[in-house]
């Protein structure tokens, strides 16, 4: 039995792709800043005959992400899945002329320290374990930015360009990345973007390892 670390998890997409790789065999590690929260969502998988456990840490704080990883690993074994996906704050998104250097400091250590911590800290596990995946999810923003939401789109951009160096440099490793972009807002009921909709298509990413970038729906949509 191994491990998916889903960094970011709340009641949608983490609670849905908890659910798919739970029944697919994994336990599952939830990382987010509320206990209260982690401990609800974790009771519920538990009830399922899912083994969750939640691991609290604020993605933009470096040391306390590195030991809900170290705590996740510890408590549940090896880490073969990591998954990204924090829902970004909402005073990211101001528009572009409104943003000043200082503005981007949240986006950046959000979406791009973040990820190059919790990337450095599972990667010594997959190597020994010998595969593992990476998977990154975002808004269409990070393949086409919006000047509404310039802390965003930017953070974005970087966390992508990392994801895709990952891809091209782990491949040969049996490391796989992927990247998942959801157009538009993720919605119960949509065809296209219903969370287990959406954690079906990161659990086939995961399984099929082919490409690197995949969209929920048509970006134009
Ligand atoms: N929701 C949408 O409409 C939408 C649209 C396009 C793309 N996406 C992508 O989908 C993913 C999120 O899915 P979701 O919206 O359904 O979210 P979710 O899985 O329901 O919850 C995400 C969790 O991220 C946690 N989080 C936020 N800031 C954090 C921080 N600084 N440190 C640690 N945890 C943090 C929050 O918990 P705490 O507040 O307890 O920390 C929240 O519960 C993200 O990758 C997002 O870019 C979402």
């Known amino acids: 039995m191994t491990t998916i670390v889903i960094v970011g998890a709340g009641h949608g997409l ?3 792709v908890a659910r798919q790789f739970g029944h697919g065999g994994f336990d599952v590690a939830l990382i987010s800043r509320s206990r209260d929260r982690l401990d609800a969502l974790a009771a519920d998988l538990t009830a399922e005959g899912v083994t969750a456990r939640g691991f609290t840490a604020d993605v933009r704080d470096p040391a306390a992400l590195e030991a ?3 705590a996740a690993t510890a408590t549940l074994g090896p880490i073969e899945v990591l998954q990204y996906s924090p829902v970004p704050q909402r005073e990211f998104m101001r528009p572009v002329l409104e943003t000043a250097p200082a503005d981007l400091a949240g986006p950046i250590a959000f979406s791009l320290y973040g990820p190059v911590t919790a990337v450095r800290q599972v990667l010594p596990g ?6 593992g995946t990476l998977l990154f999810v975002n808004g269409g923003t990070a393949v086409r930015p919006h000047p509404e939401r310039a802390g965003t789109s930017i953070a974005f951009a970087a966390e992508s360009a990392y994801a895709r160096m990952l891809h091209d440099t782990l491949a040969a490793d049996g490391i796989h990345t992927g990247q998942l972009i959801i157009p538009g807002a993720i919605t119960p009921g949509d065809p296209h973007t219903d969370p287990a909709v959406l954690a079906r298509t990161l659990w086939d990413m995961h399984s099929e390892r082919t490409g690197f970038r995949h969209y929920a729906r048509d ?3």
């Open 14 to 16: 983490g609670a849905a």
């Open 219 to 221: 970006l134009d949509a």
């Open 68 to 70: 809900a990883l170290d």
């Open 126 to 131: 997959m190597r020994l374990l010998g595969r």
